[in-house]
């Protein structure tokens, strides 16, 4: 699907030229060489599980805008270019639901391909476990109209609960913290600045 019309280097008008195997919509102009190769999108969310003394729930946020809105999801968002993936999805957290929560280890990651399937860009949206710090369910009223802990059974009655974050919800319920990908902070974790290497825990 084009979603460019000029080159956004040199101002010319795009064409197609055959790169890689396929038609790419790409600059003319040879010695400014622009490709598009498509628009791509990071987004991360976060199951925090509070564990209290007659259930275990789970943070649930209330979207309070379009698409989607009322519906009820795991907190998250997009990982800014620059931004690690975990301090990005800890930053979500706590913005969206007033708790303090640190990453334990990624449950399960979704591929979604933009275009015409749903969003505007083709997306990898990683879902962590995050271990539960602090704080009360805050929320601004805005974006967020409601934020809290919920089990499994009370979201039975929750007229819109996202289907994924329930599924990511009762994954989280059903295996140990820390048995999923697991930041890795040795010499691969750090081989490159602005890498962060996640893998399956050894000592389990
Ligand atoms: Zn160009």
Redesign the pocket.
């Known amino acids: 699907m084009p979603t460019m019309t000029y080159?956004p280097?040199?101002a010319?008008s795009l064409t197609t030229k055959f790169d890689g195997g396929r038609d790419r919509i790409a600059?003319p102009?040879e010695s400014?060489g622009?490709i598009h190769f498509g628009d791509f999108s990071i987004g991360c969310a976060g199951v925090v599980i509070r564990e209290d003394a007659d259930a275990k729930r789970a943070l649930l946020v209330q979207r309070g805008w379009n698409p989607f809105a009322g519906s009820w999801q795991i907190p998250g968002g997009y990982a800014e270019h620059d931004e690690n993936i975990s301090l990005a999805v800890e930053r979500e957290v706590e913005e969206e639901a007033g708790i303090i929560a640190k990453v334990s280890d990624v449950i399960a990651f979704r591929h979604s391909i933009g275009g015409g399937t749903g969003g505007p860009s083709t997306n990898m949206y990683v879902i962590f476990r995050l271990n539960l710090v602090s704080g009360e369910p805050a929320y601004d009223g805005d974006e967020i109209a409601d934020a809290g802990f919920f089990s499994l059974e009370e979201m039975e009655s929750m007229e819109s609960v996202q289907g994924l974050s329930r599924w990511a919800i009762s994954k989280a319920l059903n295996t140990p913290p820390g048995s999923g990908l697991v930041f890795d902070p040795g010499e691969v974790g750090t081989i490159r600045a602005g890498w962060q290497v996640f893998g399956l825990p050894e000592d389990r």
């Open positions: 080159c280097r040199c010319l600059c102009d400014c622009f």
